[in-house]
């Protein structure tokens, strides 16, 4: 059986071999959708196979991306892993994925490692120790992009959620339904980008609304004994801002062993929407972020970078979406 090539989709595409080639690659931003449509059409109807090992001979590419996420654990960091893998499964590229277990040095082994495979370039979710490490990728013009961190002196693009808005949408939630005693809990701040960036606005707006703080920061594995040491002592607020999904899950714990009641007894929002948080009894009102654009656009960044394109080495910000759930007490309204 003859090989269908890349000059069979274009003929029956009616476009030009490099009108395919654009597409194939991702780089189609520019292309109508009819084009892209009869393309896509031509390549299944075909049953078009690129020669993978052809193009990595001819451009030096492996077709091959890396992903070190710091924590696997984290829904956001499934739903990221997804959106590249998506975005690489389109232009023909592999995705070998690396989970960091938030430590530096296994997260420095991933990169070394993926470095001699010689892979194309790698998005990171970066833990807090590798300054250096990622100062010398971009120095020696490695394509890096960072997602959800901003690592200091490392001049590589980052693409992550606007914290402060996020933190801000679901204080105003909070004190618009008469909350005045208001919780943020965190894992250790650690040099973490959104911790930090949360934590900071959570003070400015109690500061900003004479409010007194109530931060309860702590690992994982001791956040339900802080929570119940509050809890004895009287002094755990009526409203808590959880920072993030594991978070979330060592709050509802602790309020379970405790007797607590959502909402009559505690007030609950979190910041990521994760898959059970519709589900729960009551449901749990979110502030979500959009993690698969943020994913998507890291990823077409990426390859932009991999194919020789100037892209500005900024922070790119992504609105959050309050979506209002059954967690929080409307004492505004009794």
């Not at 802080?226 to 714990?253: M, Q, W, Y």
Request: include cysteine; charge should be negative.
């Amino acid at each position: 059986m003859k090989r269908v090539t890349i000059n069979d989709v274009a003929q029956a595409a009616h476009v030009s071999k490099t009108t395919v080639s654009h597409y194939l690659n991702g780089r189609y931003t520019a292309m109508g959708e009819d084009t892209k449509k009869r393309i896509s059409r031509a390549v299944r109807d075909l049953n078009y196979q690129p020669n993978v090992v052809a193009k990595s001979l001819k451009d030096k590419k492996t077709m091959t991306i890396g992903i070190i996420v710091a924590n696997i654990l984290h829904s956001f960091s499934t739903q990221i892993i997804r959106a590249i893998e998506d975005y690489a499964r389109r232009v023909n590229y592999h995705v070998i994925v690396c989970n960091a277990d938030n430590d530096p040095h296994k997260e420095e082994d991933y990169i070394r490692m993926l470095r001699a495979k010689q892979i194309d370039g790698i998005v990171v979710i970066p833990t807090e120790g590798n300054a250096g490490l990622f100062t010398g990728l971009a120095a020696d013009g490695y394509p890096t992009v960072f997602v959800d961190r901003i690592i200091e002196g490392a001049p590589v693009p980052s693409f992550m959620l606007d914290n402060e808005t996020a933190v801000r949408v679901a204080f105003s939630h909070l004190t618009g339904k008469g909350h005045s005693a208001i919780g943020f809990v965190s894992q250790p701040l650690c040099g973490i980008t959104p911790r930090h960036e949360r934590m900071d606005e959570y003070r400015r707006l109690c500061g900003k609304n004479d409010m007194g703080t109530f931060e309860i920061v702590g690992k994982l594995d001791v956040m339900e004994d802080c929570i119940s040491r509050l809890t004895s002592e009287g002094k755990l607020p009526g409203a808590l801002i959880v920072s993030n999904d594991l978070a979330l899950f060592e709050v509802l714990k602790a309020l379970k062993h405790l007797g607590l009641i959502i909402p009559d007894d505690v007030s609950i929002i979190t910041i990521d929407d994760i898959g059970f948080a519709e589900f729960f009894n009551p449901a749990i009102t979110v502030v979500a972020q959009p993690a698969f654009s943020i994913g998507t656009e890291a990823a077409w960044s990426l390859f932009d970078i991999i194919n020789g394109e100037e892209r500005p080495v900024k922070t790119h910000r992504f609105t959050p979406e309050l979506i209002i759930r059954e967690s929080v007490k409307d004492y505004a309204n009794e």
